[in-house]
């Protein structure tokens, strides 16, 4: 599990490098410093990514939060890319 420190503390490098949080959570850092959060899931046995925003526009705490909603929708059996 990240740590709002942890993140602070992450620096760009030469290649994009995911680092994860937990349960599909995990903040994708680009070489130009911007940093986004993604959450990676299982619909249909098919292998999906969903954007959920740019840190620090959405906060650690946030992007769980969200991450949770996406995989309670996958618990209804409803994709939540496609709600989007």
């Known amino acids: 599990m990240l740590t709002a420190i942890q993140i602070k503390a992450l620096k760009p490098k030469e290649k994009a490098y995911k680092v994860a949080d937990g349960k599909g959570l995990y903040l994708l850092v680009n ?3 911007s940093m986004l959060w993604r959450v990676k899931f299982r619909f249909h046995g098919i292998e999906k990514k969903m954007a959920l925003g740019r840190y620090p526009d959405l906060s650690l705490k946030a992007a769980r939060e969200k991450r949770d ?3 309670a929708h996958l618990g209804e059996g409803v994709d939540p890319v496609a709600l989007r």
């Open 31 to 33: 070489p130009n410093g």
């Open 69 to 71: 909603e996406a995989r």
